[in-house]
T-cell receptor, first 119, second 111 residues
Framework: GAVVSQHPSRVICKSGTSVKIECRSL??????MFWYRQFPKQSLMLMAT?????????EQGVEKDKFLINHASLTLSTLTVTSAHPEDSSFYIC???????????????FGPGTRLTVL | QKEVEQDPGPLSVPEGAIVSLNCTYSNSAFQYFMWYRQYSRKGPELLMYTYSSGNKEDGRFTAQVDKSSKYISLFIRDSQPSDSATYLCALRSGGYNKLIFGAGTRLAVHP
């Protein structure tokens, strides 16, 4: 149980284009999903928290107009990197919180990640 | 000072060794403590989840929490080459707050 998928697993795009990454919870409903960014040999950096049916909450320093997040259903959140540039190249990972979890059982399950390379 | 400190390693041990991984933290509001394992180019996988001081064991893995010292540990017994990965500690304060990750420790277990 508690499987989170991401698509695509790898994407290469030209500078200036937009890229959409999907995050799905496969066997549970997720009211909250999180988007992280990870540079090589570094830890995860939280970009934004996405709640189903409402606007995402972005961490300080993350441009909300550049990283568009949509959480339209309890099992799907999308991250769109708009007008991508080489410096946006990174490993993007989503995680999802089980709607039925709470208190001490609350935890996050991570997707396998999407490697974005912007040429 | 970072909220969570974790030695990035790398840590290299022979197969069969006992591995000790540690994190320290400064905020006493943290109540929930997790260890994730991340293989190269993959997403983190939850290994252990604790919320009280003391030990929790799961197979070859033992998570230890000392809230008075603000110190958490993960022990791996009889380490295997397949344990070679980056281990991240993650902490959360009460409620539905975000996870705060350590830097991650890279572990290499050689045959």
């Amino acid at each position: 149980g508690a499987v989170v998928s991401q698509h695509p697993s790898r994407v290469i795009c030209k500078s200036g284009t937009s890229v959409k990454i999907e995050c799905r919870s496969l066997d549970f409903q997720a009211t909250t999903m999180f988007w992280y960014r990870q540079f090589p040999k570094q830890s995860l950096m939280l970009m934004a928290t996405s709640n189903e049916g409402s606007k995402a909450t972005y961490e300080q320093g993350v441009e909300k107009d550049k990283f568009l997040i949509n959480h339209a259903s309890l099992t799907l959140s999308t991250l769109t990197v708009t007008s991508a540039h080489p410096e946006d190249s990174s490993f993007y990972i989503c995680s999802a919180r089980d709607r039925l979890a709470g208190g001490y059982t609350d935890t996050q399950y991570f997707g396998p990640g999407t490697r974005l390379t912007v040429l | 000072q970072k909220e969570v400190e974790q030695d990035p390693g790398p840590l290299s041990v022979p197969e069969g060794a006992i591995v000790s991984l540690n994190c320290t933290y400064s905020n006493s509001a943290f109540q929930y403590f997790m260890w994730y394992r991340q293989y190269s180019r993959k997403g983190p996988e939850l290994l252990m989840y604790t919320y009280s001081s003391g030990n929790k064991e799961d197979g070859r893995f033992t998570a230890q929490v000392d809230k008075s010292s603000k110190y958490i540990s993960l022990f791996i017994r009889d380490s295997q080459p397949s344990d070679s990965a980056t281990y991240l500690c993650a902490l959360r304060s009460g409620g539905y707050n975000k996870l705060i990750f350590g830097a991650g420790t890279r572990l290499a277990v050689h045959p």
